[in-house]
C-alpha cells in the first residue's frame, strides 16, 4: 500500500509537468489553449506548471536517496556539533 501512495504521489506532479512542457510547446507554435487569453501567459504558466513538478520530483528523491545513504559526500546534510 505504501508503494501505492508512493507512486501516485510522484504520479501527479509528473502529470503537472507534462501539461506544463504541452502548454510551453503550444505558446511557441502559436497555438492558444482555452483558460489563456495570451500566449505569454501561457508559456508562464507551463514554465510554472514545468518547475514545480520537476522540483517536487527532485526533492522526492534527493530525501528518500538521503534517508538510504546513498548520495554523494556534497548532498548529505551537515550534522551540527554542539
Do not use: C, E, Y
Amino acid at each position: 500500500m505504501g508503494r501505492m501512495i508512493a507512486l501516485l504521489i510522484l504520479v501527479i506532479p509528473g502529470l503537472s509537468a507534462a501539461l506544463g512542457i504541452k502548454w510551453m510547446r503550444d505558446a511557441l507554435f502559436g497555438i492558444i489553449q482555452p483558460p489563456f487569453a495570451a500566449l505569454w501567459l501561457q508559456f508562464l504558466a507551463g514554465l510554472v506548471l514545468f518547475a514545480a513538478g520537476l522540483a517536487f520530483i527532485g526533492g522526492f528523491l534527493l530525501h528518500r536517496d538521503r534517508k538510504r545513504n546513498k548520495v554523494q559526500a556534497r548532498f548529505q546534510r551537515k550534522r551540527k556539533t554542539p
